[in-house]
C-alpha cells in the first residue's frame, strides 16, 4: 500500500547515478526526486577495474541531493576510508565482506556514526556466513552481476543466494534490508523482489527512460506486485 508520499511501504528504489549525466550530476539529481535513496557507486581501480570518484565529489552529491545517500564502496581496505562516506552524511554506507578484515567492527563504526551500516557480496560469494550476524547489518547487498561496470546483465544464478537470506531473515525476525544491484529492470525487478529483495538498484532503467519519475514509478509497482 502506498504511504503519504505515493510510494509503496517495505520498497525502496535507489536509482545509480552511475548511469547519470556526470556533467550535469545536479540536474540529474533532481530528476529523481521521488526515488528513496540515490545509490553512488565508489570505484578504486583496485578492488573492482573501474574507478568513479572519492570522497569530495561524494560530499558534493550529498549537499545537492534531493533523497538520502545510499553509498556502496567497491574498494579495498573499507576500514580506513568507510567513516569518512559516514561522516559526511550518507544515509547508508555499504562496503564488500570480501574487502573487509573486520566487517562486524566497521559496521558498528558506521552505525556509530549515525549512518546505516550496510555489507555487500559478489555473485560468487556465499552468504551463510553472514546467517548469525544479520542483525549486525541494516542492509546486505546481493550482487547481480560482477561488480565494476553498469549496463550489465542480470545474473539469475544469484536469486537462489537472495531467497536463502530472506528465509534466514524472516526466520529470525530480522528487519534487514535486503537490496539487488545489477541489470535491474522492469523485466527482472520481479523477480528479484520474488526472491525477497525489498530495495532495489536501477541506473540505466531509470536515467536512459527519458522519464525518470515515471521509471521509478513503474519500478515501484513491478517490484511491489512481485514482493
Known amino acids: 500500500m502506498p504511504d503519504e508520499n505515493g510510494r509503496e511501504r517495505g520498497i525502496r528504489i535507489n ?32 578492488f573492482v577495474p573501474n574507478l568513479t570518484f572519492g570522497l569530495q565529489m561524494v560530499e558534493r552529491i550529498q549537499a545537492t541531493s534531493p533523497v538520502p545517500l545510499d553509498v556502496h564502496l567497491m574498494i579495498t581496505d573499507p576500514e580506513r ?83 536463502l537470506l530472506a528465509d534466514e531473515a524472516r526466520r529470525r525476525g530480522s528487519e534487514v534490508w535486503l537490496q539487488v544491484d545489477g541489470g535491474i529492470g522492469e523485466s527482472t525487478i520481479a523477480q528479484a523482489a520474488e526472491a525477497g529483495a525489498d530495495t532495489f538498484v536501477a541506473g540505466s532503467a531509470v536515467f536512459a527512460s527519458g522519464d525518470p519519475d515515471n521509471a521509478i514509478a513503474g519500478l515501484r509497482s513491478a517490484a511491489a506486485h512481485a514482493h
Open 15 to 46: 536509482p545509480s547515478i552511475l548511469a547519470a549525466d556526470f556533467v550535469n550530476m545536479q540536474a540529474d539529481l533532481a530528476r529523481i526526486a521521488t526515488a528513496d535513496f540515490v545509490h553512488v557507486d565508489v570505484m578504486d581501480n583496485h
Open 81 to 163: 576510508w568507510a567513516p569518512g562516506y559516514a561522516e559526511l552524511g550518507a544515509a547508508s554506507v555499504t562496503f564488500h565482506l570480501e574487502a573487509s578484515a573486520e566487517p562486524i567492527t566497521l559496521a558498528r563504526r558506521l552505525r556509530s556514526i549515525g549512518a546505516r551500516a550496510g555489507v555487500a557480496v559478489k555473485p560468487g560469494t556465499p552468504v551463510e556466513g553472514l546467517f548469525d550476524v544479520l542483525d549486525e547489518f541494516d542492509q546486505i547487498l546481493v550482487m547481480t552481476v560482477e561488480p565494476g561496470f553498469g549496463g550489465q546483465s542480470f545474473m539469475p544464478e544469484t536469486m537462489p543466494k537472495l531467497r
